[in-house]
């Protein structure tokens, strides 16, 4: 892990963000730490769109060039839908920091909370649960 | 029908009417909304409540509103009620069975002590960070905590059944209003959504299901049994708003009738979302089991190999 990211988790931890909603499809969200976020630089490898939940994966480099993949968990296409998240706004390459929630086992995977591309714009997956 | 009913026709609010937009009369457009007034009355969720406690059984509740609408309507072609539209149920108040659960109240229902127990280990269990979903092998919802999902709904009124629909796991709830009964006892055996009979009263869809499986209501809600039934009263409120006032009787769980009032909010006034087909098993990344402990855990993950080589997360 990088010593960015670990600053990152120090730093949301102390600051207590946590997410508001629970993920909902299909399983529990027990295998994730919701007091806890982690925040990474990187850029997108696939946003794998599918039910019951959708994953973007996200590769993340360190300062010696070594590259991890992490994948953010959110909700299915249709969330994603009314979140205003579409396919053609993280393509592949795309440059983004993203905001989650990780495993508690150190996995390289979370809770999707926040993306922000290069260009300014954030995508927050449960924003689409909103029915107003 | 004379030109006040007409016009009277067109301003109830519970009715969305394309005859009543472009002035046509209502009895004379094929396949738009004109049921006539109901019987059974609008209630306050105080004497809702009250009225099933009045009753020992679905069924006889059920009875009584047939009753009240001295037998209910059959609807025909040119009188289905319009729910056009893409629905879903709020999150903001989260995902308790009943949308006014109070906050920090685990649930509104009167659980006898054996069901209470549970819901309270239960709660203490998420506490510890354990907890497993029963609908985490994909199986479906499953009816009554089909009504609490949090996803794309559809309600589609046909002359002979109804169909509530919900786009998780391509759910689909039949309610069959041609005046059918339900099979007879020793024909049924558990089904995720049961068997469900109803007729119309106006604008007012009751509904009897039985021949359901035990679940939970949702995550950190109670359980049910195999001997859950329940009445609801389906409508359209307003013209973004269809809502159910739901009775649900299980005596093994529920020291009393639970009755709750949801409500599914129109998402597309511009009609651009798209129910697409649910494939709960697509995707490798979102496969889980549950762990000797009794929580959650995914099975190993298409990007993090190093994860699957060192076995983590594997049964």
């Known amino acids: 892990m990088s010593r960015r990211l670990l600053q990152a988790m120090t730093v949301l931890g102390m600051l207590g963000v946590v997410g508001s909603t629970r993920a909902l499809a299909h399983h529990s969200a027990a295998m994730f730490d919701e007091k806890k976020t982690i925040t990474v630089e990187g850029e997108v490898k696939e946003f794998q769109l599918t039910n019951p939940h959708s994953w973007l994966l996200v590769d993340v480099k360190d300062k010696t060039g070594k590259v991890t993949t992490w994948g953010f968990e959110a909700e299915g296409p249709s969330t994603l839908s009314r979140a205003g998240i579409k396919p053609s706004d993280l393509r592949p390459g795309t440059k983004l920091t993203i905001t989650g929630n990780p495993m508690k086992d150190g996995s390289h995977a979370a809770i999707w909370v926040n993306a922000v591309r290069a260009d300014g714009k954030a995508f927050s997956p449960r924003a689409g649960f909103a029915v107003r | 029908m004379t030109r006040h009913l007409t016009l009277a026709a067109c301003v109830l609010p519970v009715l969305l009417s394309s005859a009543c937009q472009t002035g046509t009369r209502v009895a004379e457009a094929p396949g738009v909304s004109t049921p ?111 009504l609490t999902e949090p996803f794309l709904r559809e309600f589609v009124p046909t002359p002979n059944q109804t169909w509530l629909i919900n786009e998780m796991v391509n759910d689909i709830r039949r309610v069959y209003t041609d005046g059918r009964d339900h099979v007879p006892a020793e024909d049924r055996y558990p089904l995720y959504n ?78 651009d979302l798209r129910i697409r087909y649910w494939n709960c098993a697509e995707n490798q990344n979102n496969a889980v089991h549950q762990t000797q402990d009794g929580t959650t855990q995914f099975n190993g993950f298409s990007f993090d190999p190093a994860r699957e080589r060192n076995g983590a997360g594997k049964k």
């Open chain 2, 36 to 146: 006539p007034a109901g019987s059974i009355a609008q209630r306050t969720k105080e004497q809702n409540a009250a009225l099933g406690r009045e009753h020992k059984t679905a069924w006889d509740l059920y009875q009584a509103l047939k009753a009240e609408a001295k037998g209910g309507q059959t609807l025909t072609a040119s009188v289905v009620p319009d729910w056009t539209g893409v629905y879903s149920r709020p999150a903001d108040k989260g995902f308790t069975f009943d949308p006014d659960t109070p906050a920090g109240v685990a649930t509104t229902a009167k659980l006898t002590p054996e069901f209470q127990a549970r819901l309270d280990k239960r709660i203490a269990d998420v506490k510890r960070g354990i907890e497993w979903d029963p609908i985490s092998t994909c199986a479906p919802p499953g009816h009554p905590r089909w």
């Open chain 2, 194 to 271: 049961g068997d469900s009979i109803g007729f119309w009263d106006g604008g007012k869809l009751v509904v009897h299901t039985n021949q359901l499986q035990g679940g939970i209501y949702q995550r950190q809600n109670p359980d049910y049994t195999d001997q859950v039934e329940t009445v609801e009263i389906w409508q359209r409120a307003d013209a973004a708003t269809v809502t159910a006032d739901v009775w649900v009787y299980d005596p093994p769980s529920l020291a009393e009738p639970w009755y709750v009032k949801q409500a599914y909010v129109r998402l597309d006034p511009k009609q």
